[in-house]
């Protein structure tokens, strides 16, 4: 279970890269089986025995692991160590109970900082470089996931973590850090609490934008790339896996690299629970191949996406995932059309005179389904307000075969920002 250099195993032809996986794979289904209750009597129940996993295509003989597996086993009943042998414990807070607890071995923490390293440098940057960590620091996965794996790589950090975003403006300004990482909703904030402090954010050092966490539509990283007028690449991840470092964009832009050596991607119908073919969107589904303290078998991450097994431009074999569309469960159906709030985004930002800030509340008027958009104007938009609500409209109705009951637009600032943690943009009070 060792770590493996980037330069030789993202870029290996996937028939090697295969034996790799089909290995480990082999190894993590024993090793869970034999360490972790949860596993053994899943399996058990399942009729299968490690034995008969011989590589990843007998994975889809296993049951899923779920959200709900991590609850009924809190705080630490997935893990496969004593307490001991975990030098780090992270969490993640869903929206109702307990977090997800997660643990780290010193081997797994080696493997953090490797993916995360792989990250950095696919995006061009070295340990000349400074980076303005502005993720929490904390039980969240972002602000120590990030740090360590830029001070492996021997980078500067600027360890801001999240909010207190005036100074944010003005470390960046000071040191003439050439990167940033935080949520996209942040660094459209960010750039907002700076141009109010009299800076254009396009004037600030930064070359390179490391955003993730929370959904973010391609429209959303162009402004983020013009406000900043840098390169804007994403990095996926969950606690449950690892934490930030799953998957990591490098500068061809063009999906995630899925670091497949240490995290076996699958994507299946959510509705079937079987894989889907390949290139067709589903749910993403992931298993650890090394993880040490809390290795996990086909865990269901309910985030949507779309698989790409060519090579990339830049070399590396390893396949990429898409921006994530949306959560299985994130879903609206509103008066039986079912949408995703990133499809609403996607709509909204076409419009040059609106701001990327946006709600959507969803409320029930007797027994039907109301949908309320309110957008931001843009600053300098002087038009009628009506006319452009009007278009809007107009827009979404053809694009999502369904027309929000109202579109409201509203003055700039008039949006609530988020400064620390995942950005809301769906309010159901149904
Ligand atoms: O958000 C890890 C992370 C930190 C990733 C910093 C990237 C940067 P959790 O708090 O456990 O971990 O939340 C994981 O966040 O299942 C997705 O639903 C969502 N998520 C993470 N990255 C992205 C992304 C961190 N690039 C959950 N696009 C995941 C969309 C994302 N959603």
Known sequence: MGVSD?????????????????????????YAYENVEFYER?????????????????????????KEDFRDNYPTGMFAVEMEDVIRIHASSGTT??????????????????VMMRGFRGAGLTAAD??????????????????DGATELGMTVVPTGGGNTQRQVEMLADLGSDAICLTPSYALYLAEVAEDMGYDPADLPLSTVLYGAEPCTEPMRTEIERRFDATAVENYGLSEIIGPGVAVECLEQTGMHIWEDHFYPEVINPETGKRVAEGEEGELVLTTLTKQALPVLRYRTGDLTTLDYGTCDCGR???????????????????????YPS?????????????????????REGTLDRLDLTVELTDDFDGSRAELEGRIRKRLSNVLSFT???VELVAPGSIERTKVGKVQRVYDHR
């Open 42 to 66: 899943a399996l058990d129940d399942a009729g299968v025995h490690p034995d008969d996993v011989t590589g990843v295509d007998d994975l889809t003989l296993l049951p899923f692991t779920t």
């Open 97 to 114: 109970g307990k977090p997800k607890i997660v643990g780290y071995t010193r081997d797994d923490l080696d493997v953090w900082r490797e």
């Open 343 to 363: 499809e609403v985004e996607s709509v909204v930002l076409e419009f040059e005179e609106v701001a990327p800030y946006y709600r959507i509340d969803l409320r």
């Open 404 to 406: 929000p009951d109202g």
């Open 317 to 339: 074999t390893v396949v990429r995932m898409d921006s994530v569309t949306g959560r299985a469960d994130d879903l609206l159906i509103v008066r039986g059309v079912n949408f």
């Open 6 to 30: 980037d330069t030789d195993v993202t870029r290996l032809p996937r028939a090697e890269l295969r034996r790799i996986q089909d290995e480990r794979v082999r190894e993590v289904v024993k």
């Open 130 to 147: 400074t980076l303005q960590n502005a993720y929490s620091y904390g039980l969240f996965t972002g602000g120590f996931g990030f740090h």
